[in-house]
């Protein structure tokens, strides 16, 4: 089956403090697509990457970094040098074949406050 | 900009009405997507569609109905609202290709008292 946890359910820090939000995943098809996506306050969800099975390669985009790792099931997400603005729930998910359909998996969310 | 359009932000009805949350996407999207989103759930899958007047079940789907009649239109109806339907409810779109990003309206959320 597929399963994505985000165990943190709730992190606090202050401004400009690094942070990493935790996402492991269980699925046994040998090819899958990770995601991670951002929703502030206003509701949307904001796509913020996207990560197939057989690149491993971490990723760095400004502040955000991405760290995937095959051997613990793992896609981790962390903010360098947070800012308030960063405050926002962070979902990741898991793409796999479902009931004969692809379909997207979400971890339960990890609420990110950045205190000033 | 992909764009997806959620009829209402708040709704507020009463129990046994028959509720209908309206969904628009203006990329020529393929596939369409409702999720509820439930604190320590997460979001959870309630139906999803693929192509016009196709529609498949998600993880659940009880209480709930769909109808996606043009491709830019996908609707979630619930037959008769119940208290547990009060939710947040997330409507997305994705291209026909396989794992490409949904792209997500700012959702309703839905009070049944």
């Known amino acids: 089956a597929q399963k994505v946890t985000q165990a943190q359910t709730e992190i606090s820090v202050v401004e400009k403090e690094d942070v990493t939000l935790d996402c492991v995943y269980e699925?046994?098809?040998?090819?899958?697509?990770l995601f991670w996506y951002k929703q502030p306050p206003s509701g949307e969800l904001v796509f913020l990457i996207r990560?197939?099975?057989?690149?491993?390669q971490n990723e760095i985009s400004g502040r955000y970094s991405w760290n995937f790792q095959k051997s613990t099931s793992s896609f981790n997400f962390t903010i360098t040098a947070s800012q308030v603005v960063d405050s926002a729930v962070y979902f990741c998910a898991l793409s796999g074949w479902i009931q004969g359909a692809q379909k997207l998996v979400f971890g339960q969310g990890t609420r990110l406050t950045i205190n000033p | 900009d992909v764009k997806v359009t959620q009829s209402s932000r708040y709704l507020v009805k009463r129990t046994g009405e028959k509720v209908f949350l309206e969904c628009v996407q203006d990329?020529?999207?393929?596939?369409m997507f409702w999720y509820r989103q439930d604190p320590g759930l997460g979001l959870r899958l309630i139906y999803f569609s693929y192509d016009v007047k196709m529609k498949e079940k998600g993880d659940i789907p009880e209480g709930y109905s769909v109808s996606r009649e043009k491709k830019e239109r996908f609707s979630l109806i619930l037959e008769s609202a119940s208290t547990n339907q009060t939710s947040m409810y997330l409507c997305a779109s994705s291209p026909g290709q396989g794992n490409s990003p949904l792209h997500f309206g700012n959702g309703t959320r839905l009070t049944v008292t």
């Open positions: 990560r197939n099975s057989f690149d491993e």
């Open positions: 990329m020529d999207h393929e596939n």
């Open positions: 699925t046994r098809d040998t090819t899958y697509y």
